[in-house]
């Protein structure tokens, strides 16, 4: 059975890490986790170090163009559909009224 350990537990060793006080295969047998893991969790981490930094303005907006996308897609979508619902009622004729 695996082990499933916290988001904070994880922070907490990967400071550990990033502080070089001790090596990787140190802290994993004090932890009770494999050196490999700890390198992934590291990777993890300092691949997504950089969102810390960003503005918050020019993520939102990234998010906020997709979701605008998504959503005029959508809406397309919906038209279409209706069109094909009406076309559908006016063909069969009193069936649907």
Known sequence: MRKQHSAAFKAD?????????KTIAQLAAEHGVHPVQISQWKAAALKGLPAVFEKEG?????RQAVHEKEK?????????????VSWMK???GHVFE
């Open 72 to 84: 005029d897609a959508l809406y397309q979508e919906i038209g279409r559909l209706h069109a094909q």
């Open 13 to 21: 060793l990967i400071i550990e890490v990033l502080k070089e006080e």
């Open 90 to 92: 006016k063909k069969a």
């Open 58 to 62: 020019k993520g939102e907006a990234a």
